[in-house]
């Protein structure tokens, strides 16, 4: 674990480097209960892809050393509602200040984490790109042009995400790269968790791992004047969604 400070408050991280020299960094963001050993886990598996990973404790400013378990879900959304939002964004942004030597940084967050990332990617300097893990509320800042390449992943029985609010997303915002999985509810990557899909999991990983590859160890987006921060492939105009496809947009491979 290593100590970080935002805004005069310190609070912890669990950090994993990689074996050799890092190809970039990964700011692993927590679900709303905290550092688990499943977000740990997580952290672990891109430093051994060889990226520099830090997942910041951001319950840490209400109490240090939270860990709840699946039962306590309704008292980690308590806690992200004390903390609102400035203060994790500015957390965030001092986790990346730590690793900006490794190279590059991307955003990788989960259920919360995923929007924190995602909101993180209009606010946070010095990102390369975010990716988002069933995240909601994302409809709060639909209107708003991507500044990073942004890739998220919706679980298609996602009890917090209805279908709607996925389509609006999707509409509202082309210039995202969505996926949704067939099956899969929250949690779908988990792997010591019930709610663990396999086949589901890995596919989100390949293209994680391919965005990283792309946006991280690649070269990084052009700026484009009054269009974001990159241009990606429009995408088509599709009839019903077949039982078996879960690309929601533009394809990573």
């Not at 992200?80 to 690793?99: F, K, M, N, S, Y």
């Not at 967050?109 to 995602?118: I, K, P, R, S």
């Not at 042009?145 to 997303?169: G, M, N, S, W, Y």
């Not at 509810?185 to 010591?192: D, I, K, L, N, P």
């Amino acid at each position: 674990m290593i100590e970080v400070t935002a805004n005069n408050v310190k609070f912890s991280a669990y950090r994993a480097d990689p074996e050799g020299p890092p190809k970039g960094a990964v700011v692993v963001l927590q679900d709303v209960f905290g550092v688990t050993a499943d977000i740990r886990k997580i952290a672990d598996d891109f430093a051994a892809a060889g990226y520099v990973a830090v997942a910041p404790a951001l319950f840490d400013k209400v109490k240090s050393n939270i860990e709840l378990d699946t039962s306590a879900a309704e008292e980690g959304r308590g806690i992200t509602t004390e903390l609102g939002r400035e203060w994790p964004l500015e957390a965030i942004q001092a986790t990346v200040d730590t690793v900006k030597d490794a190279g590059k940084v991307a955003l990788v967050g989960y259920a919360w984490g995923g929007y924190l990332a995602y909101m993180a990617a209009n606010k946070v300097q010095g990102l390369a790109c975010a990716i988002g893990y069933h995240a909601d509320g994302l409809l709060e800042g639909v209107r708003e042009k991507r500044r990073v390449p942004t890739l998220i992943h919706f679980a298609e029985q996602d009890p917090a995400i209805p279908e709607e609010e996925i389509i609006q997303f999707r509409a509202w915002r082309p210039d995202v790269s969505a996926f949704l999985y067939p099956g899969a509810t929250r949690g779908f990557v988990y792997s010591a968790a019930p709610t663990y899909n396999a086949e589901a999991a890995e596919k989100a990983k390949e293209r994680t791992l391919y965005w990283l590859s792309q946006y991280v160890v690649g070269q990084g987006p052009v700026q484009m004047k009054n269009a974001g921060a990159y241009a990606q492939a429009k995408t088509e105009k599709k009839g019903k969604k077949k039982p078996e496809a879960d690309d929601m947009g533009p394809p990573v491979d």
